[in-house]
């Protein structure tokens, strides 16, 4: 949440920051502002609302400066305003902060500060980090950053300037991602990749607690008793491009269109002779007796999805845990379990906290992640990348796809390990997982019937999701994607569970969106269909088993068909028709899918 940015060098910083800020907006989009040295003092902006009202203010108002911080924010302490927007200033003006992250004591801090007789001008827990640079200056600025971060508790990304010292920006983290980008013309600070992209491709992760000292020429790092510390950037492979939207209306079409690829990337790197091999080859699955998936939000369904393939190729009991909840509940785990951690930024706090928890008690970690170098993928035990390259838009999709693809190659890994799967089957089954690119490719051809069944969806107010098993799991994606985009209750449910109590929600036209591809459970499925039809619901039928039966000219049934694949495999391609289906229904409302309100894509806060 929030995202930071920050540069020196020998050009304007102004559209810099700005142009990185767009790249980050997808971290919140409460306010955004910034703040440029320029010659006499700091000069600042801050806007409420979108980036663009920024842009507004700083075309009306040009400023200029060779170095300067930014910051788009989801806000937590204070409501989004112009003055609970970053930068923060000292009272004195001299020093200015943009920070990711919540400082846990910063009533405390606040409190004293006040008590000393220093103002405070907003409500932020950030504001106090700017205070109390300041307040501890005395002209020097690297022995006042290591005071302050030695009084701070909770999580930050923090880029630091001070007015003494114009020629340096300090940049500092703790348990929140920042990057430090290298370019010909200057240095860089952000939260993440893509907003250096346009300018560098060369980038530093620094540890926690390790200081960077940017100036125009140089990037120096120094531990807290201000020794320096010897670092070598690592070489980006996304592109630019990757990060732009290429024509499309929104970053979530494209990346959506970007999914055969993606699956097709992420096989290969995971199956042949990539990074990735030597990592999974050397993790002997037998010397465990449990497997734990946890993760949030759509990571968690990806868990969901793989607690099937797991448990059908593996013959193991697989637990999907949402980390929210593994971080508090004393989760029954020790050295003979295997605990398996999914996320696309791998910055997520309770993903995080679920895999400290794990490893401290003895269990083996291994993420599943998408964005190098993040804490998840330093910190577990053992990493998988995802090929997915920079998703922007909030709502995860083709990092989702990529997750599956990974989980399952693990599933066949660990099934030959156990000896449960013969060399002909292993070969068979990493076929139909090859077979996938293609056949997603297949249904994004079917976009105009999607993009026309969506449009009649519009005036929707709840709409349900019900599959059986595998097809349930990936209900859940189904329905979670709707939601969060397009602003229409849903929910999913196992089919077997309607006449439980949920059919009673159902009226007439209440929309039902069943999946459908376990042939075995295909009756099931359509029963619990011509339930809900003879209670007043339509039905979109999404699946690679649905027309045998159906009843086609029922006006209240309609299909979209899905290729044939192995069962195990089928969310991969359910979940593109998913994935069309929200996005067109939020398209045809009107609504900012890249940006829904009241969410933002890295959830580093609990
Ligand atoms: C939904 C979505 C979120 C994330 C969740 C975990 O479209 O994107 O539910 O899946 O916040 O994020 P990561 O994967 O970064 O840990």
């Known amino acids: 949440m929030c995202g930071i940015i920050g540069y ?39 806007r409420k609302g979108r980036l663009q009202a920024l842009e507004s203010e700083i ?20 409501e989004p ?13 001299k020093i200015a902060v943009v920070h990711n992250g919540i400082i846990e004591n910063y009533k405390q801090l606040r409190e004293k500060l006040e008590a000393g007789g220093i103002k405070f001008t907003s409500e932020t827990d950030s504001e106090v980090i700017a205070q109390l640079t300041e307040y501890y200056y005395k002209g020097d600025i690297m ?36 990057i430090i980008g290298v370019s010909d013309h200057g240095q860089f600070i952000a939260s993440d990749v893509p907003a250096v992209l346009k300018h560098t491709n060369q980038v530093h992760y620094p540890n926690d607690k390790e200081i960077a000292v940017l100036r125009k020429g140089s990037v120096q790092f120094f531990n807290l008793d201000n020794e320096p510390i010897q670092k070598t950037p690592e070489t980006i492979t996304w592109s630019f491009d990757s990060a732009e939207k290429g024509g499309y209306p929104h970053f979530m079409l494209k990346e959506i269109m970007e999914q055969p690829k993606v699956l097709q990337d992420t096989f290969q790197s995971a199956a042949n002779t990539g990074d990735n091999k030597p990592i999974i080859d050397s993790l002997d699955f037998t010397r465990f007796n449990k497997l734990v998936i946890t993760a949030c939000g759509s990571a968690y369904n990806a868990g969901v999805v793989a607690k099937n393939v797991f448990e059908r190729l593996c013959g193991i009991t697989v637990e999907v845990e949402l980390a929210s909840e593994f971080r508090y509940k004393d989760a029954v785990v020790d050295d003979k379990t295997l605990v398996i951690l ?85 070969r068979e089954l990493l076929a139909q997982i090859k ?22 969806c519009v005036g929707c107010k709840s709409i349900f999701f019900i599959g059986r098993n595998i097809d349930y799991a990936i209900a859940l994606e189904g329905s979670l ?59 979109l039928l999404i699946g690679n088993c649905p027309a045998a039966g159906a009843n086609e000219t029922d006006k209240k049934l309609s299909v979209i068909e899905l290729p044939e694949t192995n ?23 009107g609504l900012d899918i890249d940006k829904p309100r009241n969410l933002a894509k890295s959830v580093t806060v609990e």
């Open 8 to 46: 020196i060098g020998s050009e304007n910083a102004v559209p810099i920051i700005v142009d990185g800020l767009k790249k980050l907006e997808y971290r919140g989009y409460d306010s955004a502002g910034l703040a440029v040295y320029s010659g006499g003092g700091f000069e600042v902006v801050k």
């Open 481 to 539: 994607k709707l939601k969060e985009i397009s602003y229409i209750h849903s929910e999913a449910y196992a089919g077997g569970e309607l006449k439980h109590g949920t059919i009673s929600l159902i009226e007439e036209n209440t929309l039902v969106v069943a999946i459908s591809n376990c042939k075995r459970l295909y009756d099931k499925i359509m029963s619990n269909v011509e339930q809900v039809i003879s209670r007043g619901a339509k039905v």
């Open 59 to 78: 075309e009306q108002n040009p400023i200029k400066g060779f170095a300067g911080i930014g910051h788009t924010r989801w806000a937590t302490h204070g």
């Open 567 to 589: 069962e195990l495999f089928s969310p991969s391609l359910s979940v593109v028709a998913l994935q069309l289906f929200a996005y067109f229904v939020a398209a045809n409302k």
């Open 81 to 93: 305003s112009n003055e609970n927007s970053h930068p923060h200033l000292g009272h004195q003006n």
């Open 342 to 426: 999914v996320s696309q930024s791998g910055e997520t706090a309770d993903t995080i906290a679920a895999m400290r928890e794990a490893k401290s008690k003895g269990a083996a970690t291994l993420s599943v992640v998408n964005v190098i170098g993040s804490t998840i993928a330093k910190e577990s035990d053992f990493c998988v990348y995802t090929a997915a390259g920079p998703e922007i838009a909030v709502a995860t999709t083709k990092a989702f796809s990529a997750q599956l693809v990974l989980l399952y190659i693990l599933a066949i890994r660990f099934a030959v390990q156990l000896k449960k799967l013969s060399p002909e089957a292993e």
């Open 143 to 178: 022995e006042t950053v290591i005071k302050v971060v030695n009084r701070l508790e909770g999580s930050y990304a923090l880029g630091i300037m001070c007015i003494d010292e114009p020629d340096a920006l300090i940049a500092i983290k703790k348990d929140n991602p920042l």
């Open 435 to 456: 077979a996938l690119p293609e056949k997603a490719n297949d249904i994004l051809k079917q976009v105009d019937l999607i993009q026309q069944y969506a449009s009649t």
